[in-house]
C-alpha cells in the first residue's frame, strides 16, 4: 500500500511539472500572440526598431546584444573552466587543494547574479574606464567579463566530473608506451571525454543567455546593435527587467514575444546539451 501511494505522489508530481512547463509556454504564446499579428514573425525578429511613440517593436536589437555578450561570455570563460576542471579532475584529483578549489568553486556559482552585478559596477568599469574602452565603461565587454566569471562554475563542475570518468585503463595504456602527462591529456583525457566537456559549455551557454540582473546593470541598456566590444547594447531579458513595469498593449506583447523568443533558444540549447550527455552515457 505505501508502494503505491508513494507511486502516486511521484505520478502526481511529474504530472505537475509537465503541465507548469505546458501553462508557461501557453502564458508566453498567448501574450505574444498580439505582437506577432502585428508585425509578423519574421518582421518581428528582424526588425531594428524599438519605438513607443511610434507604437513599432522589433527584437534583433536585443537578440543581436544577447547573443554577442553570451558568445563572447563562453569564449573567455573556456580557458579558465578547463583549466579548472583538469586542475580538480586529473592533476589533484582527490587532494585536499582540490577540494578547496571545488568549494571556491560551488561558492562562486551560488552568489546571486545582483551581487556579480555590483562587483562588476565598482570594480570592473573604474578599470575599463582607464584603459580607454569607452567613457562610462559599461557595455558587452564589462557584461561578458562578468557574464563569463558566472558561468566558469558550470562549465569547470561538469567538465570535472567528465575527466575524472576518463577509464584509468587508458591512461596506464599511454604512460606505458612513453607518454607523458601533457601527452595523455591531450591525447587521452580531452578525446574521451570531449563530448561531454562540450556539452558543459552547451549547458554554461544556455546559462549565460538568460541571465539578466548583472547584464542589466552593465551593458549600457541602449536600443542599438552592437559593433564592437566597447558598445554599449541590450539583450533581451535586460530589455524585459527594464520595461516591462511601465509596458501595456502591444509593447507589453513584444515584450513577451521576447521572452518567448529567449525560452525557445535556450529550450533548445538545453535540449542539444542534453541529447550529447545521453549519447556520451551509451
Known sequence: MKDKIFKAILLIA????????????????????????????????????????????GALPFIAGTMLTSILALLFCIPFSLSVALFNGEYFRNKKVSTIVSSVVDLLAGIPSIVYGLWGFYTLRPILIDMGVNDQGFGVLLSSIVLAIMII?????????????????????????????????????????????????????????????????????????????????????????NQFGEASGLKLSSLMAIGLLLFLITACINFVAKYIMKMVNK
Request: glycine share 10%.
Open 14 to 57: 511529474s504530472c505537475l511539472i509537465i503541465l507548469l512547463t505546458a501553462g508557461i509556454i501557453y502564458g508566453l504564446v498567448s501574450q505574444s500572440i498580439g505582437a506577432f499579428s502585428e508585425f509578423g514573425i519574421f518582421n518581428f525578429i528582424t526588425s531594428t526598431e524599438w519605438d513607443s511613440l511610434k507604437d513599432e517593436y
Open 153 to 241: 562554475p558550470y562549465a569547470s563542475s561538469l567538465s570535472t566530473e567528465f575527466i575524472a570518468m576518463v577509464p584509468n585503463e587508458l591512461k596506464e595504456g599511454a604512460y606505458s608506451l612513453g607518454a607523458t602527462h601533457l601527452e595523455v591529456i591531450s591525447s587521452v583525457n580531452l578525446p574521451v571525454a570531449g563530448s561531454g566537456i562540450f556539452a558543459a559549455y552547451v549547458l554554461a551557454f544556455g546559462r549565460a543567455l538568460g541571465e539578466t540582473m548583472a547584464v542589466t546593470m552593465l551593458i549600457g541598456n541602449t536600443i542599438n546593435i552592437p559593433s564592437g566590444l566597447s558598445d554599449t547594447g541590450n539583450s533581451m531579458a535586460s530589455i524585459i527587467a
